[in-house]
């Protein structure tokens, strides 16, 4: 793994990042264990370009459960602090495990909050730009 360190908004990082020419990739960011996937991104005229998309933490792998899908009670919390930047589901919508909840831009990177279970959300307790702290309550379920 290659160790760098990092400076976002006067705050510092220690990251290490595996081969970065296999996807997934493995992150680890101040001691917590990531799996970054790439998806190809195409915008028509340029060619396909790749996009980091934070997915599975190591911690999380035997539920499998996305990095974005932190579980506690009956529904999703913050895995980070960040702006929420789109909502894909509204109270009383049947989500599966694995669907998209919505988007929450950190660090200038976009991160899938994915359903970790199968569900009737009860309620979106966030709206579009609202910024949100590390273990926010996100989407509650039934």
Known sequence: MNEIKITVNGKSYDVKVGDVTTSPVDLTVDGKSYVVEFEAESTGTTPARKTPVISVPVAAAPTAVTQTAQVTGAGVRAPMPGTIVKIEVKAGDKVARGQHLLSLEAM???????????????????????????????????
Do not use: R, T
């Not at 909050?113 to 590390?134: E, F, H, R, T």
């Open 108 to 142: 200038k990177m976009k991160n899938s909050i994915k359903s970790p279970v199968d569900a009737v959300v009860k309620a979106v307790l966030v709206n579009d730009g609202q910024k949100v702290q590390y273990n926010d309550m996100l989407v509650s379920f039934e």
